[in-house]
C-alpha cells in the first residue's frame, strides 16, 4: 500500500552527482548576486546588467524599432527600483504571459529625513524601520550604509559605506547586562524602541568649534568624501542594512547566511530561469517589483500601474491597441508568485504544523494560501492550478514540498500573489523555504535554492 501515501523526502538524498555540483555552484554565484545586491536599487542594477548580457534591449530601444517578434528579449525599468523581463513567445502577449513575480526590497532601517546628531560627545543618525523586524535584532552588529544622494547641482550620488573590507562600519548600541534590569523585565518587543535605533557614525569632535562639533565633524567627512550637506539628507534615501558578506552555513557547506534572502532567492532563482529560457509559446516574464515589505504600495510595488503599463506598451509594438487586450494579457497568464515561506525551525516547533510545514532541505514550496486567521487576505490557489504545477514539477524532477505561514491563528502573511489574482491571472505562491525569516541575516538551504530555480525553469518552459 506504499503508493497510496505520499511522503516528501529529503532533495540532498535525491540529487545525482553531478547535480550535486550544480548545486554548489549555483549557490557560489547566488552569494555574488547577494553580495553585489544589498538594497532593492542595488539588485534592478544587477539583474538588469544579468538581462543586457543575455541580449536583452530596453523597452524605450524596443519602442524606437517600433515592432517586437517572437523571441525578442525585453526589460522594462521602474525608476531604477524595480523590472520586469519580457522573452516573447511565439504567441501573442494577448493569449497571456508566464511570469514568476519576486520582489527585491527586504526589511531593514532607513534613515529619517533629517537624522544627523549629537549627543553625549556622539554622532548618531535617527532611523525608521521599514517592513516587519525584531527592533532587538538590530542592536550590537556590524552595519552598513547603503543609499542615493541627489546634490543641489542633481549630481547623484550613490553611496556604499561599511561593505569594503577597508570600511568603517557603522552599529547601533544595546545597553549592558549590568545595567539592563529594567529593560529586561520589559517585553520583548519594547526593550528596543523604534526611536531607540539611532547609528553610530562618528566621535571626533572639530577643532574649534563648541556647539556640535561631533556633528559637523561627520559633516566635513562627508563633505570632503560627497561634497555634500546636511539639507541633502533631507532628499536621499539611505538604508542600513548589515555589513558583510554572505557566509555558507554548516560544516557540509549546505546553507548559506545573508541579508535579504526574502525575497532576493526567488527574485534569483527566477532571473537565472528566465534568462535560460529560449523560443518560448507564451512570453515568459521575470518580475521584480519593490514594497512588498510595506504593503505593496508606491509607484514600484505592485499595486502600481507598472506591470500593466509595460504589458500594454509591448501589446502596442505587437499591433494590440485595445484595452481588452491588455485585460486578456492578464487574465489569460499564469503565475509564480516567488516568496519565501517559514521552514520548520527545531527551536520553535510550537509555531508550525509539522504536517503541512516546509522543511529546510526538502525543496521549494507551494504554498496554496498566506493570509491570517480564516485565510484573510490570501490568494487561494485553484485546484485546478495546483494541479497543472505539480504535473510539471513530477515530469521535471522537480524536488517540491507543501507548506504553510504558520499553525492557524498563529499569525499570518502575505505576499504580492493576490495582486496579480485579482487580474485574473492564476497565482499560486511558490518559493524558497527559510529560517529567522526578516531578521538581518536569513538562512536558506542551497538544495532549496536550487530547487526553486529548477522548479520556475520547468515553470517557463512547459507549454
Ligand atoms: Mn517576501
Ligand atoms: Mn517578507
Same mark, same amino acid.
Request: aromatic share 8%; charged share 25%.
Given at each position: 500500500?506504499?503508493?497510496?501515501?505520499?511522503?516528501?523526502?529529503n532533495?540532498?538524498?535525491?540529487l545525482?552527482?553531478?547535480?550535486?555540483?550544480?548545486?554548489?555552484?549555483?549557490?557560489?554565484?547566488?552569494?555574488?548576486?547577494?553580495?553585489?545586491?544589498?538594497?532593492?536599487?542595488?539588485?534592478t542594477?544587477?539583474?538588469?546588467?544579468?538581462?543586457?548580457?543575455?541580449?536583452?534591449?530596453s523597452?524605450?530601444?524596443?519602442?524606437?524599432?517600433?515592432?517586437?517578434?517572437?523571441?525578442?528579449k525585453?526589460?522594462?525599468?521602474?525608476?531604477?527600483?524595480?523590472?520586469?523581463?519580457?522573452?516573447?513567445?511565439?504567441?501573442?502577449?494577448?493569449?497571456?504571459?508566464?511570469?514568476?513575480?519576486?520582489?527585491?526590497?527586504?526589511?531593514?532601517?532607513?534613515?529619517?529625513a533629517?537624522?544627523?546628531?549629537e549627543?553625549?560627545?556622539?554622532?548618531? $543618525? +535617527?532611523?525608521?524601520?521599514?517592513?516587519?523586524?525584531k %527592533? !532587538?535584532?538590530? *542592536?550590537? /552588529?556590524?552595519?552598513a550604509?547603503?543609499? =542615493?544622494i541627489?546634490?543641489?547641482?542633481?549630481?547623484?550620488?550613490?553611496?556604499?559605506?561599511?561593505?569594503?573590507?577597508n570600511?568603517?562600519?557603522?552599529?547601533?548600541?544595546?545597553?549592558?547586562?549590568h545595567?539592563?534590569?529594567?529593560?529586561?523585565?520589559?517585553?520583548m518587543?519594547e526593550?528596543?524602541?523604534?526611536?531607540g535605533?539611532?547609528?553610530?557614525?562618528?566621535?571626533?569632535?572639530?577643532?574649534?568649534?563648541?556647539e556640535?562639533?561631533v556633528?559637523?565633524?561627520?559633516?566635513?567627512?562627508?563633505?570632503?568624501?560627497?561634497?555634500?550637506?546636511?539639507?541633502d539628507?533631507?532628499?536621499?534615501e539611505?538604508?542600513?542594512?548589515?555589513?558583510?558578506?554572505?557566509?555558507?552555513?554548516?560544516?557540509?557547506?549546505?546553507?548559506?547566511?545573508?541579508?535579504?534572502?526574502?525575497?532576493?532567492?526567488c527574485?534569483f532563482?527566477? $532571473? +537565472?530561469?528566465v534568462?535560460?529560457?529560449?523560443?518560448? %509559446? !507564451?512570453?515568459? *516574464?521575470? /518580475?521584480?517589483?519593490d514594497?512588498?515589505? =510595506?504593503?505593496?504600495?508606491?509607484?514600484?510595488?505592485?499595486?502600481s500601474?507598472?506591470?500593466?503599463?509595460?504589458?500594454?506598451?509591448?501589446?502596442?509594438?505587437?499591433?494590440?491597441?485595445?484595452?481588452?487586450?491588455?485585460?486578456?494579457?492578464?487574465?489569460?497568464?499564469?503565475?509564480?508568485?516567488?516568496?519565501?515561506?517559514?521552514?520548520?525551525?527545531?527551536n520553535?516547533?510550537?509555531?508550525?504544523?509539522?504536517?503541512?510545514a516546509?522543511?529546510?532541505?526538502?525543496?521549494?514550496?507551494?504554498t496554496?494560501y498566506?493570509?491570517?486567521r480564516?485565510?484573510?487576505?490570501?490568494?487561494?490557489?485553484?485546484?485546478?492550478?495546483?494541479?497543472?504545477?505539480?504535473?510539471?514539477?513530477?515530469?521535471?524532477?522537480?524536488?517540491?514540498?507543501?507548506?504553510?505561514?504558520?499553525?492557524?491563528?498563529?499569525?499570518?502573511?502575505?505576499?504580492?500573489?493576490?495582486?496579480?489574482?485579482?487580474?485574473?491571472a492564476e497565482?499560486?505562491d511558490?518559493?524558497?523555504?527559510?529560517l529567522?525569516?526578516?531578521?538581518?541575516?536569513?538562512?536558506?538551504s542551497?538544495v532549496?535554492?536550487?530547487?526553486?530555480?529548477?522548479?520556475?525553469?520547468?515553470?517557463?518552459?512547459?507549454?
Amino acid at each position: 500500500m506504499e503508493k497510496l501515501t505520499k511522503k516528501f523526502n529529503n532533495a540532498w538524498e535525491l540529487l545525482k552527482d553531478d547535480e550535486q555540483v550544480k548545486v554548489f555552484e549555483f549557490g557560489e554565484e547566488y552569494k555574488t548576486f547577494m553580495d553585489n545586491g544589498k538594497t532593492e536599487r542595488e539588485c534592478t542594477d544587477e539583474i538588469i546588467k544579468y538581462a543586457k548580457e543575455a541580449g536583452y534591449i530596453s523597452l524605450e530601444d524596443a519602442i524606437e524599432k517600433g515592432t517586437i517578434k517572437a523571441g525578442d528579449k525585453i526589460y522594462v525599468q521602474n525608476k531604477g527600483k524595480s523590472v520586469a523581463l519580457f522573452n516573447i513567445g511565439s504567441e501573442s502577449i494577448e493569449k497571456g504571459m508566464k511570469i514568476v513575480g519576486s520582489h527585491l526590497d527586504a526589511p531593514r532601517l532607513d534613515l529619517k529625513a533629517f537624522p544627523l546628531y549629537e549627543d553625549g560627545g556622539l554622532a548618531m $543618525l +535617527k532611523t525608521h524601520y521599514y517592513g516587519g523586524i525584531k %527592533k !532587538y535584532q538590530w *542592536v550590537a /552588529l556590524p552595519l552598513a550604509l547603503h543609499g =542615493v544622494i541627489i546634490k543641489k547641482d542633481g549630481e547623484k550620488l550613490n553611496i556604499v559605506i561599511g561593505e569594503d573590507e577597508n570600511d568603517p562600519v557603522l552599529y547601533i548600541t544595546d545597553l549592558l547586562p549590568h545595567l539592563a534590569k529594567d529593560q529586561m523585565d520589559k517585553k520583548m518587543g519594547e526593550g528596543i524602541t523604534g526611536e531607540g535605533l539611532n547609528v553610530l557614525i562618528g566621535s571626533i569632535p572639530l577643532k574649534g568649534e563648541k556647539e556640535d562639533a561631533v556633528k559637523l565633524n561627520v559633516l566635513k567627512f562627508l563633505n570632503n568624501k560627497y561634497g555634500i550637506e546636511e539639507e541633502d539628507f533631507t532628499v536621499a534615501e539611505i538604508e542600513i542594512v548589515p555589513a558583510g558578506k554572505s557566509r555558507d552555513v554548516g560544516i557540509d557547506r549546505s546553507m548559506i547566511a545573508a541579508h535579504g534572502h526574502d525575497d532576493r532567492v526567488c527574485a534569483f532563482s527566477s $532571473l +537565472k530561469a528566465v534568462l535560460e529560457v529560449e523560443n518560448p %509559446k !507564451y512570453t515568459t *516574464v521575470g /518580475l521584480f517589483v519593490d514594497k512588498e515589505e =510595506v504593503g505593496s504600495m508606491g509607484n514600484t510595488g505592485m499595486e502600481s500601474a507598472f506591470f500593466e503599463n509595460a504589458v500594454a506598451e509591448l501589446l502596442h509594438l505587437q499591433g494590440v491597441t485595445s484595452y481588452l487586450g491588455l485585460r486578456r494579457a492578464m487574465s489569460n497568464s499564469k503565475v509564480l508568485s516567488g516568496d519565501v515561506t517559514a521552514g520548520f525551525d527545531p527551536n520553535f516547533p510550537d509555531v508550525l504544523d509539522k504536517r503541512n510545514a516546509a522543511f529546510i532541505g526538502k525543496g521549494v514550496t507551494l504554498t496554496k494560501y498566506t493570509g491570517s486567521r480564516g485565510k484573510s487576505g490570501s490568494n487561494d490557489a485553484n485546484a485546478e492550478f495546483l494541479a497543472e504545477i505539480r504535473k510539471i514539477f513530477n515530469e521535471n524532477n522537480v524536488v517540491w514540498q507543501v507548506g504553510e505561514l504558520g499553525k492557524v491563528d498563529q499569525g499570518g502573511g502575505g505576499t504580492i500573489a493576490y495582486i496579480l489574482a485579482n487580474k485574473g491571472a492564476e497565482v499560486v505562491d511558490c518559493g524558497t523555504p527559510m529560517l529567522s525569516m526578516h531578521a538581518p541575516i536569513e538562512i536558506i538551504s542551497k538544495v532549496d535554492l536550487y530547487m526553486t530555480y529548477k522548479a520556475y525553469k520547468a515553470f517557463y518552459q512547459a507549454q
